[in-house]
């Protein structure tokens, strides 16, 4: 005597037909799933904001060093010629000075804000 019981060949094909009106249900069901934004996830991809941005910071920057070149001829005007100041003939180099400093603090002002552009993620990178 056996006391397991035993299973027909067709219970067989009726569990087979059911587990594969399951998957195809299944199938349908996760098929209309809806797409969710990247503001969902945490992480917004904008090419647009970052072309607006880049444009913002070459806009600024451009304005930054035309003012800067704008105070460099007023201020070696002011200066006068070399000859005229006997005292102050350092005037002219100074400015000079002072203009190439003010040009490099212009120019890593841009690279910074570009960098601010391009950022991606919330972590600073340290």
């Given amino acids: 005597m056996h006391p397991a019981y035993h299973t027909t060949g067709l219970s067989r094909i009726m569990a087979r037909v059911i587990l594969a009106l399951l998957v ?3 199938a349908l069901v996760l ?3 809806r797409m969710v934004g990247d503001k969902l996830t945490g992480v917004e991809v904008s090419p647009e904001r970052a072309r607006s941005c880049l ?3 070459e806009r600024t920057k451009e304005a930054a060093l035309q003012n800067e070149e704008d105070l460099h001829r007023q201020n070696m005007r002011a200066c006068g010629r070399e000859d005229d100041r006997p005292r102050d003939r350092g005037c002219r180099e100074r400015e000079r000075q002072r203009h190439k400093d003010a040009v490099r603090a212009i ?4 690279k910074q804000c570009v960098s601010e552009c391009h950022h991606q993620g919330g972590g600073s990178g340290r």
């Fill in 24 to 26: 195809c249900a299944s």
């Fill in 55 to 57: 444009r913002n910071c």
């Fill in 31 to 33: 098929t209309h799933c």
């Fill in 107 to 110: 120019l890593d002002a841009f």
